[in-house]
């Protein structure tokens, strides 16, 4: 409710052009509220509100702001003011807002920092987004394992405020090889006397190229608060923390939702034009499996003209085809994004699958069968179009498990595609089998 | 890649019944992997496989493995094994299993266990599992805030451990009202001679009926590692860290994912028969739509028999139809569980989606009237198909805004019915609008 009531509020000032108002509003708002808003704007307010954000907290909204929106109002920006509103965030999410940037503006936005700032993002900026490095922070403390607790509480009571949320010290050796991770609390718990390495955990970590989804993964199995990033000899180069870990699930997940329903735009407001491209794309993919399907139709346009309850029913064939077959399909990709799908386990998911397609094929065949004989008074048309649905939910069935696996196989994502090939398969199929035992029937 | 060659040591040792090999192979994997593992394989040999995980770490892999995987595996405990297994775990996590048992058997798992364990858990599962109290962990750390930080360094090393991942001391007044939190960090590199108070964030916090996907969704904008749950007197009760929103935030992305699938079960292998009847639910709802559609189309039989290029051109309009819809409703779903989709801006929203059918409407529809009337050379045809495409396509943009806000308002989750309600109306003004312009054109 919070939402709605800020959402008004800010429009009501915008409406009255009360920039007094809104700058009073977000004052009592975290940045992410304000991000959050920002979203939920049509673009041309959008600008007129940036205008409003307080530039100390600029920094802040932005990277929290999704990628396309953000995009948008670091246009508003000059590289300079860009350099000084993100001087203070943490080089994992200055990264992300730079990956963003046109080359020659990033370029710009470099220069305009402090050498300091410019070292701490290089490091992060030569790994593509999408990897552990991508990922990391290089901003990290790190002790050597012969070094006593005592020693340590006095190194971090001299160097002052630590990163925030900081959770572990690093663990490392003389050469600055990663050796595994001290727990903060274990410094207040222990003797003082006791040294690092007796209390060290050997936990999970990550080489720099590991891609981001991996990670993901391993903290979310391994309850992971924040986990090493090593080189490939083992040196530590940063450390990723679990609230830049929660993004990469959240942007995964709606990734999915995003593909299953057809290359759907990020921002709710983009401009009118850019969405109606990006989603009319998917379009034209989906009239090609459309036309694909009424060839077959076509094959049968004299059957259709003699019994023209086929074409009253033959939409029901093909919806039940796809619907059961988008089910096994959910089903498979979820296995293999989880790794649980393997070669070695394939064929007793067919089978299962299989089973599930003729039992269900079979109840609702018999349900459809028995509406279509009271329907239309034709014992023969009620066999056919039971016998189509068996089918039909048969082959969805086998297609839900097989598409997606060897979509996998030829390295294409099955959530993309998966969704329009199935119902590819499933309309040609239902309506080949519906119309073609009807126009056996009706010349036998 | 680690995944496949666990699973096929796992099942190559299943084959040969080498039980030792099993156990083996496990003592190298983490809980988690070993759920994970247990997920992947079919029930019975599920069943063989559990009983070779070390009674240790069996309270692990059980927190770890989903809802109903787990509930199988509990089946085979005894309610006094499932207490000492579980007994080291964190409450939440205990309660998360304790919920899933049939009543009579939690109830002797709870007897089971030592007065210490029943009473910790006692304040979590009086809260549903969906809320903030369900998710939180009652074993907290917490200080006053007029204490100084030397005396908290001494109280945690004479405590001793600190429950793992342990982030924040939770501050509280004489009453135990939740102040704010500081950071383990804080008490390292600051003057041990400064009060708590100085240092205290008062960071945000959650009445224990605060439901989980509200916890959640602050967790995610305010980079939160954990967070105080608080009762209606502000009292603090407990904590909640984000390993836990981690796995509400999984959860709640897959159960998008499988509602806009039709309800799709979790488990991968779970018993044909209960797989069948779950999805077969999903198939009849289903059923009920596409007949709705049949009876349209059986309206028009006679126009159909008269141009039987219409039966073979109407899976073209309902298909693009139905994939315009689906894009618009899966944004709208986005918006509305971001909260960034209010009463405010639905207008705003509407007549931009508006203006996207109308711009793919017009393109597709000339593409479709083109390819129309070169297949049948029919100009008329190709006419009254582009007519249809536009108005579905508008319609379609119309109700995948409407339909989720209504049933949003009612009270429906649009993610779970928002899919067969959308394609009912695409196919329904799909086939209408094509098939009756065609009877108004051949009728006159």
Request: aromatic share 6%.
């Amino acid at each position: 409710m919070q939402d709605l009531e800020s959402q008004e509020k800010l429009l009501k000032a915008l409406e009255a052009e009360l920039p007094e108002d809104i700058r009073r509003h977000f004052d009592q708002l975290h940045p992410s509220e304000i991000a959050d808003l920002l979203e939920s704007l049509p673009k041309k307010d959008r600008n007129t509100v940036w205008d409003q954000v307080a530039f100390e907290i600029k920094g802040d909204v932005l990277s929290h702001a999704q990628d396309s929106v953000r995009a948008g109002l670091l246009e508003l920006m000059l590289p300079n003011e860009v350099a000084q509103a993100t001087m203070h965030l943490d080089a994992d999410d200055l990264a992300d807002i730079l990956n963003e940037l046109p080359e020659a503006i990033a370029d710009n936005v470099l220069l305009s920092m402090d050498v300091q700032n410019r070292q701490r993002l290089a490091s992060v900026l030569s790994y593509p987004d999408d990897t552990a490095g991508g990922l990391m922070n290089p901003d990290i403390v790190s002790v050597r394992a012969d070094v006593p607790l005592g020693v340590v509480s006095r190194y971090l009571r001299q160097r002052g405020k630590l990163p925030e949320q900081t959770v572990n010290l690093m663990v490392v050796d003389r050469e600055n090889t990663y050796l595994g991770v001290l727990p903060l609390s274990y410094v207040l718990t222990n003797n003082p006397e006791a040294s690092v390495g007796e209390f060290l955990i050997s936990e999970i970590n990550f080489p720099a190229d590991t891609p981001s989804r991996e990670v993901a993964k391993a903290f979310e199995q391994r309850d992971l608060f924040s986990a090493a990033v090593v080189d490939n000899k083992g040196k530590l180069l940063g450390s990723i923390t679990v609230d830049d870990v929660l993004d990469v699930i959240q942007e995964q997940a709606e990734q999915t939702v995003r593909s299953m329903a057809g290359l759907v735009d990020h921002d709710m407001f983009a401009p009118l034009l850019s969405s109606a491209k990006y989603r009319g794309i998917w379009l034209g993919i989906n009239l090609i499996a459309a036309f694909l399907a009424s060839l077959v139709v076509g094959r049968f346009a004299e059957t259709i003209q003699e019994l023209v309850a086929l074409a009253v029913l033959m939409p029901v064939v093909a919806s039940m085809g796809g619907v059961a077959g988008s089910q096994t399909l959910n089903i498979t990709i979820r296995g293999l994004a989880t790794g649980q799908i393997t070669r070695a386990n394939s064929r007793i998911l067919i089978n299962k699958e299989l089973g599930v397609g003729i039992l269900n094929g079979a109840t609702w065949a018999c349900v459809v069968a028995f509406i279509s004989i009271l329907w239309f008074k034709n014992y023969a048309l009620g066999a056919i179009i039971g016998l189509a649905m068996i089918v039909n939910l048969i082959v969805a069935a086998f297609a839900g498990v097989v598409i997606p696996l060897a979509l996998k196989k030829v390295g294409v994502d099955p959530a993309i595609a998966g969704g329009v090939l199935l119902i590819t398969v499933t309309d040609v199929i239902g309506f080949a089998t519906f119309l073609g035992l009807a126009a056996i029937y009706l010349r036998g």
